[in-house]
């Protein structure tokens, strides 16, 4: 839990830290972030882009994925 506390808000730093300064390298480092996929008013503005929809997607199983499997191997003996 901590972990995942850790990655929310270090990707958010990331995310906001990248459009406060608008440096390139900051920009690129920015696709990094999960926040950088969703954005609320473009989504008001265009619809909902489909995919950074996709890439949520992706990444949300894929966690789960890792998450079911890592809950299967844990040692409750030791």
Known sequence: MTIAFG????SFFLN???ASVG????????RISVFS???????VKNGMA????LVLIVV???LVGVGMV???RRDIAA
Do not use: E, H, K
Request: proline share 0%.
């Open 37 to 43: 996929y969703y954005r609320a008013t473009d989504i």
């Open 7 to 10: 990655a929310v808000i270090g």
């Open 16 to 18: 906001f830290l990248a």
């Open 70 to 72: 890592a809950f299967q």
């Open 60 to 62: 949300a199983v894929a």
């Open 50 to 53: 489909t995919g950074a929809l």
């Open 23 to 30: 440096d390139d390298l900051l920009s690129t480092i920015n």
